[in-house]
T-cell receptor, first 113, second 115 residues
């Protein structure tokens, strides 16, 4: 069975500092990987995805994630965070071609001025 | 464009009462998912439909929970009778079945409190 582990439940950082949110997954088959973001009192929104090809994927607001098959990881990074990045971030995995997503427990990113 | 619409946004009820949560997916999307989010268990898939047909309900916690999708633009999740441990945020999400990857579009959620 698939599972996703987000190693940090909370990550506090200062504004303009770099951040890395860690995600590891377990699966016996080829996968698609996703990061979703949940702003306060809202539903989840897709931030970025890895389907195939380049292992480094980027979002429009400066986040990037790298698929590492040997380490079964898909860590999310941003070189300089902004107050507006305060949110909860969820890593998710699905089998290629499958509809079901398995989500991690989430990492709450808090930006301090 | 309207996103996924859920109602009510907040529901407070007493143990033993019936609760009905509603969802309108994005027009043209033919897959619909119901999730439950709690602090203890995170985000759990309860059930999903393709073309109004339930495909996988293995996440439905027990018989007190039921979900229907009578047409392409409406789905309900019902809890009868409700219990305090059902308190959670319930999300509905939709996606186009034809997509090559599983981008799901989430509604704002219904925060359910069972007293």
């Amino acid at each position: 069975a698939q599972s996703v582990t987000q190693l940090d439940s909370q990550v506090p950082v200062f504004e303009e500092a770099p951040v890395e949110l860690r995600c590891n997954y377990s699966s016996s088959v080829s996968v698609y990987l996703f990061w979703y973001v949940q702003y306060p009192n809202q539903g989840l929104q897709l931030l970025l995805k890895y389907l195939s090809g380049s292992t480094l994927v980027k979002s429009i607001n400066g986040f990037e994630a790298e698929f590492n098959k040997s380490q079964t990881s898909f860590h999310l990074r941003k070189p300089s965070v902004h107050i507006s990045d305060t949110a909860e971030y969820f890593c998710a995995v699905s089998d290629q071609g499958a509809q079901k997503l398995v989500f991690g427990q989430g990492t709450r990113l808090t930006i301090n001025p | 464009d309207a996103g996924v619409i859920q109602s009510p946004r907040h529901e407070v009820t007493e143990m033993g009462q019936e609760v009905t949560l509603r969802c309108k997916p994005i027009s043209g999307h033919n897959s619909l998912f119901w999730y439950r989010q709690t602090m203890m268990r995170g985000l759990e898939l309860l059930i999903y439909f393709n073309n109004n047909v339930p495909i996988d309900d293995s996440g439905m916690p027990e018989d007190r929970f039921s979900a229907k999708m009578p047409n392409a633009s409406f789905s309900t999740l019902k809890i009868q009778p409700s219990e305090p441990r059902d308190s959670a945020v319930y999300f509905c999400a939709s996606s186009p079945l034809s997509s090559s990857y599983n981008e799901q579009f989430f509604g704002p959620g219904t925060r359910l409190t069972v007293l």
